[in-house]
């Protein structure tokens, strides 16, 4: 240090100590340690505004030539705004622990005398007061704080957008310790998990996944986290949703090759991507199953049919009360029950193009209900809102899917509750979670208060034959989803273990008026001894409709498909022996179908008075048989009254016409 060192007290150096502590040669070693480090040394008579001692790291750090250059400038010098002193001593002395304890640690922007480029410094500061009070002696370090505040500057900047990134940050963000409780968490992440920031502090992270997605506990010494590597893993919120996120874990230390001090997770919410891929799969999953279960189910039909109608022809000579008529009434029910099981099949399978006409969902509604409420020991409360849009669809399918659900919400409260059933106008918005196109749709709304589905089972419910239900077939909400989708509409639902289940289901409203029903014209007289002929791919199924018809006093011609209907029928014109009525089976494998047949049989003869017949109950020529140039539709399989009946009603129109 080139100036002199005062052995007193008063305007000592920090870092020094008087002679009677100091070995001889000990304070030049001090002096070299200090300007080796790069501390700037000096004293400042506060009343002179001069520096009157300084150090070589001092000259250095203010542009001297050396230290002894510095020594009786004016500190005013260095000021970037000479009031910038005032305004600082003001500072200091309004400060209560500087004028407590004479120290202060400040930054500084000063200016260099060689060059006047202003210079960042970390000042340390020892003060000597007077009597009075004021500030008379400073000792002081200074150190440039460029890089530092700079880099501290970065450090609190990073900081900053740290978090901002962390609190704006639309994926959810979680910090935890070394055991994986929360001990931070953004408003992301309390939105996807269904809390409040402050409830998740302390729990346990791994607690909010869902059981069967729940990994073994990352360790520590795993830096790589494997098990919540980017994978897709579902949480259960409090409610008892359950949302898919794509979870990223990862360690997190202060440096590289430290032990890691806690981990940050990221979950980006998947659950809309999820439900849709799993409805595309679901969608996939239905068809090529119906595909199956509708072959299946048709030529079961086709059994079904003969059994059935065998069933009613033997019935009729069978005596009343007896045994053998007791065992047949068993058996025919028995054959309807597979006929039901068979429709439903054909239902989810094919669904049908349904028959829409504009209607009222509030109707089918009301009869479901009062189905229900009648059946089974609960209540229905059903509520229809004034502004409820009219749909269009098919009235058999939609009821079929108001009482399935209905029936699905009895079952789910054995010892009776409560059902709320609702009709209600919707309208989506753009980025709706209900996957249709923005507009307006009536909703149907059924709520019960039963047990729940349990999370394990959501994703199944409406998978065909699946069913929690010893008794179930599994195709209720299977036939449910179907024929709604064939609608262009939508069934949700949520459900909350313990707290019942809600179904949705959502249907296009629709802008044109409900159809005046005209009142049904009363039937002619039914005309006998008329000729019938019937097209059958099945030879057992026309015997047994041969026997019927020929036990109503018809006259009945058989053949086994469309194309020799039409040759069969234009010899008849020819021999001017018309017949009355033609039977034409919808679907002959491998030949021409009744569809096809009745397009040639009206070439030939405009008048031509046919019934289509089918074991797919929704097909939409059966529901608009009309339209496709048929007078009426038979369902198979059929007993032997319900074949007469529309044979009757058949013979009756062309008696008529």
Not at 81 to 98: G, H, N, Q, V, Y
Request: glycine letters at 8%; one cysteine or more.
């Amino acid at each position: 240090m080139s100036a002199r060192v005062d052995d007193s007290d008063e305007g000592r150096l920090p870092g020094e100590s008087s002679t009677e502590s100091v070995e001889p040669g000990e304070g030049a070693w001090v002096e070299r340690v200090i300007d080796r480090l790069g501390i700037g040394v000096f004293c400042v008579d506060n009343v002179q505004q001069q520096v009157t001692r300084a150090n070589e790291a001092y000259a250095r750090l203010f542009g001297f030539p050396s230290a002894a250059a510095a020594s009786g400038t004016s500190v005013l010098d260095h000021y970037v705004d000479p009031k910038d002193r005032l305004e600082l001593a003001t500072r200091l002395i309004a400060s209560p622990t500087f004028r407590e304890t004479g120290k202060a640690r400040i930054e500084v922007r000063r200016l260099r005398i060689d060059n006047h480029e202003p210079v960042d410094v970390a000042l340390t500061v020892a003060a000597t007061f007077g009597d009075d009070g004021a500030l008379l002696h400073m000792d002081c370090m200074a150190q440039g704080a460029s890089d530092r505040a700079r880099v501290e500057r970065a450090f609190r900047a990073s900081e900053e957008r740290f978090r901002t990134v962390f609190e704006t940050s639309a994926t959810g963000m979680a910090l935890t310790d070394l055991e994986g409780n929360v001990v931070r968490a953004n408003a992301a992440f309390a939105r996807f998990v269904g809390r409040e920031g402050r409830e998740l502090l302390g729990v346990d992270l791994l607690s909010m996944v869902y059981e069967l997605d729940r990994p073994e506990r990352p360790r520590p010494e795993a830096t790589d986290a494997s098990a919540f590597a980017a994978t897709e893993r579902r949480f259960v919120r409090p409610d008892g949703e359950t949302v898919w996120g794509l979870v990223t874990w990862s360690w997190l230390s202060d440096e590289e090759g430290a032990p890691p001090h806690s981990a940050v997770v990221l979950v980006q919410d998947v659950t809309s991507r999820k439900r849709h891929e799993q409805e595309m799969l679901r969608i996939a999953k239905l068809e090529s199953l119906g595909l199956l279960a509708g072959g299946i189910a048709h030529d079961f039909n086709n059994v079904l049919a003969v059994i059935l109608a065998s069933l009613s022809v033997v019935s009729r000579d069978a005596p009343a009360g007896s045994a053998t008529s007791q065992l047949l009434e068993t058996a025919e029910a028995a054959t309807r029950r597979a006929r039901d099981l068979a429709r439903h099949l054909l239902t989810f399978a094919r669904g049908g193009a349904p028959s829409r006409r504009v209607g009222s969902i509030a109707e089918i509604a009301r009869e479901a209900a009062a189905f229900c409420t009648g059946a089974w020991p609960v209540a229905i409360d059903l509520s229809v809102s004034p502004d409820a849009p009219l749909a269009e669809f098919d009235p058999v399918q939609m009821s079929q899917v108001l009482h399935n659900l209905l029936i699905n919400a009895v079952q789910a409260m054995p010892d009776g509750g409560r059902v709320q059933l609702g009709v209600e106008r919707a309208t989506l918005v753009p980025g709706s979670p209900v996957p249709l196109p923005p507009g307006d749709y009536v909703r149907v709304r059924v709520r019960d208060e039963g047990h729940g589905i349990a999370a394990e089972h959501v994703e199944r419910i409406f998978d065909p034959y699946f069913s929690t239900k010893s008794s179930g077939t599994g195709l209720g909400l299977a036939t449910v989803y179907s024929i709604v989708r064939r609608h262009g509409g939508h069934v949700g639902f949520e459900s909350v273990p313990g707290r019942g289940a809600t179904f949705d289901v959502y249907l296009p409203a629709s802008r044109l008026p409900a159809p005046v029903v005209a009142p049904p014209p009363h039937p002619a007289a039914v005309r006998r001894s008329a000729r019938v002929l019937v097209m059958d791919d099945e030879p057992a199924l026309r015997d047994v409709v041969a026997l019927i018809l020929r036990g109503s006093g018809l006259e009945v011609d058989l053949v086994a498909d469309g194309a020799s209907a039409v040759v069969r029928y234009r010899e008849a014109l020819a021999e001017g022996r018309r017949y009355a009525v033609v039977l034409l089976d919808l679907t002959v494998p491998g030949g021409m179908g009744g569809l096809e047949a009745i397009r040639e049989l009206r070439a030939v003869d405009p008048g031509v008075r046919a019934i289509v017949a089918s074991g797919y109950a929704a097909d939409p020529v059966l529901s608009n048989a009309r339209e496709h140039g048929f007078m009426g539709a038979v369902v198979k399989p059929f007993t032997a009254e319900e074949l007469d009946e529309v044979v009757s009603k058949v013979l009756s129109g062309a008696t008529a016409g």
